[in-house]
């Protein structure tokens, strides 16, 4: 069992070596009960407080210990054990333990363990308290024809919610736990008949193999499911926070993942075309989805190619601007004393630093920040003839473009790209700004995310065929093959 607990293979006969692995811990609860009048008939109750609900553990072990008469009146303790074990205490489960490891983890959890002189096994019952958040919309991905509802911290919550849409017995959800010390449950999720065997048992099989000490933050997880592809600033996984767009992830083939305290879900494998889609793709109109996931990409391309064209057209290329355009950028430009190229990198960086200020302070200071920051520096670098206009424009639109990207981490890593397309374009004009396109091009076409290239909807995938175009969604009717990136089991979805 993975942990950094001390093992205990030990029959766990008494309490006293349960309290030692808890010593020092202001938060672990002992407590002696009587089974009738007799002292001699002692059961020791362990609990940790916080872990535990105090109304299930009064409710369900307390009272029917102390005012059930059966429990009273049976002649010995292994009778009153056999009792408990059978239903005479009132939890949903009930579990014989024999090692202490077993014990302790079950305390972690939210049990409360019950040790009877003499026997060799514990008997241990849930009582977990189930405080968590409330299930609220999804703040990150807002829709506007959808479900109103979004993934919390509990990961049982969580399998729930996909549990209510997808009702159907053939979904399968795997548990692993991770974190030598953490001791996180991960969950894996797909549905069999449709997900490919051989993808599923991969997947399970990178999770098990995570060794680190605690799963606490998304990025745990993503870097390690990754394997080798830690080459690249873009995401080799999408996550989400909406039920419903996992749901059909797993619906097209794909495999779930889901970790314990995260309020998040990721869907494997990870192809470049799953981070332009949103929610909303199949609430809409064809043609309305169509056209929005068509200018998602001219976004994309808008806030890499942008800067880099502008300082190529600019510094090498003069004669392929416009004349009026031409005079009216040399005019603003006579008064700055910096090169095109420091302009565009300048601003570029102020662009990010502004970006990184607005989201590290609280809401109403940050969204304060971010707008006096970009009037003031914007409009204070323009009059003091630091920058000019042009180089604010071009930068100004690259940088509202990425916000178009649903997927900030896809955005994020374009942003890397659009610094080094633009130093490429300073040092060699348009031929340079070919070269890094044709090199992002390269690069991306060697990615895998467990064996399908990232360049799927763009080719055959893992050797079979799509069903539908990537850029236009046909009508939901028409949709007759599942999307998934790896071939499936059940390809077709409907008649």
């Known amino acids: 069992m993975k942990g950094g607990m001390q093992s205990h293979g030990t029959p766990t006969n ?65 009778e009153a054990y056999d009792r408990m074990a059978k239903g005479c205490l009132y939890s949903l489960a009930v579990s014989e333990r024999t090692t202490a490891d077993q014990v302790v983890f079950d305390l972690v959890n939210g049990w409360v363990a019950l040790f009877f ?3 060799d096994k514990v008997l241990t019952l849930m009582t977990a308290t189930e405080e968590k958040r409330s299930i609220s919309p999804p703040d990150n991905e807002p829709d506007v024809k959808g479900a109103m509802d979004c993934f919390v911290e509990s990961i049982r919550t969580n399998t729930s919610l996909v549990r209510r849409r997808l009702r159907a017995p053939e979904l399968r959800i795997w548990e692993t736990f991770v974190g030598r010390q953490s001791v996180t449950p991960v969950d894996v999720l797909y549905i069999k008949g449709i997900t ?13 193999a995570i060794d680190l000490d605690a799963m606490l933050m998304t990025g745990n997880l993503e870097q390690y499911m990754v394997g080798e592809e830690t080459r690249t600033p873009f995401p080799m996984s999408l996550y989400t926070q909406r039920p419903d767009r996992f749901c059909q992830a ?6 779930g993942l889901m970790a314990d305290g995260l309020p998040f879900a990721w869907m494997l494998p990870g192809t470049i075309d799953q981070f332009f889609k949103t929610g909303q793709d199949r609430a809409f109109h064809w043609m309305a989805a169509s056209a929005l996931n068509v200018i998602r990409w001219l976004c994309a391309y808008v806030t890499i190619l942008v800067p880099g064209l502008y300082i190529a057209l600019v510094t090498f290329h003069p004669e392929a601007i416009p004349v009026k355009l031409a005079l009216s ?39 304060t920040v971010s707008i006096l920051g970009g ?49 490429l374009a300073s040092a060699a004009g348009l031929f340079g700004l070919a070269a890094g396109c044709a090199a992002l091009i390269y690069h991306l076409a060697g990615l895998e995310t467990f064996g399908v ?37 059940n390809r077709r979805n409907q008649r």
């Open 250 to 255: 797993l619906l097209e083939g794909r495999v």
């Open 329 to 367: 950028i040399v005019a603003a430009k006579q008064e700055v004393p910096f090169s095109t190229v420091f302009e565009v990198l300048i601003m570029l960086l102020a662009f990010e630093v502004l970006q990184e200020a607005g989201l590290r302070l609280p809401s109403p200071i940050g969204a």
């Open 453 to 489: 290239p990232y360049l799927a909807p763009f080719t055959s995938g893992a050797g079979e065929p799509r069903g539908h175009p990537s850029l236009l969604r046909p009508p939901l009717p028409r949709m007759k093959w599942r999307d998934g990136a790896r071939h499936t089991l």
């Open 14 to 78: 008494t309490a006293d070596g349960i309290a030692q692995v808890f010593e020092g811990c202001a938060d672990f609860g002992r407590r002696t009960l009587y089974l009738g009048d007799d002292p001699q008939r002692a059961v020791e109750m362990l609990y940790i407080v916080g872990q535990v609900r105090n109304e299930r553990a009064s409710d369900y072990v307390l009272r029917p210990l102390t005012q059930c008469k059966d429990l009273a009146e049976v002649a010995t303790l292994d």
């Open 196 to 208: 490919d065997p051989k993808l599923a048992r991969q997947v399970e099989e990178q999770v098990a």
């Open 117 to 119: 002189p003499g026997k």
């Open 375 to 423: 009037l003031v520096v914007g409009n204070a670098a323009v009059e003091a003839h630091i920058v000019s206009p042009a180089v604010l424009i071009a930068v100004a639109i690259a940088g509202v473009a990425g916000y178009a990207m649903p997927s900030q981490d896809f955005a994020a890593a374009l942003r890397l790209w659009r610094f080094l397309l633009a130093i």
